[in-house]
């Protein structure tokens, strides 16, 4: 439910202004909101410059208990497909993943021990495949 509304927001401000990198910005600010919103905390964020079948990663802590939400998107809207992984900080066990066919991924999780994972984000398709679009990640947890 939370994917399909933030999605759908997000798909509303990007359409009000295609080729304004403003708006897209703002998209994202907006973003950051609705999560904050929804009672969630923003506990960290990256960004990573991605061309078509391109990924990025980060490793970061997860706490035993603390529900979380990773979320991955891109500010170009040429970027119809976000896909999202979350593996042991082995890089090869795979603990999570969203390869749903969207511009945004959304991972919901609750660690049963503290423990240090890595987050993969990766720019499936684009309209623009040899562009590299800024994509993000944020990743939120129950306050």
Known sequence: MLKKMVFVFLVC???????DIHAQSCAYKE???IIQNKGLAIGDQMKVNLSQGRTGYDYRTFYAGLKYIIVASSDDESVTDVDLYLY??????LVRRDTETSALAIIEFTPSTTRRLQIVIKNHASVTPNFESTHRFIVAYVQ
């Open 88 to 93: 042991e900080a082995d890089g090869v066990t």
């Open 31 to 33: 973003y950051l909101r």
């Open 13 to 19: 401000l990007i359409a009000i202004s295609t080729s």
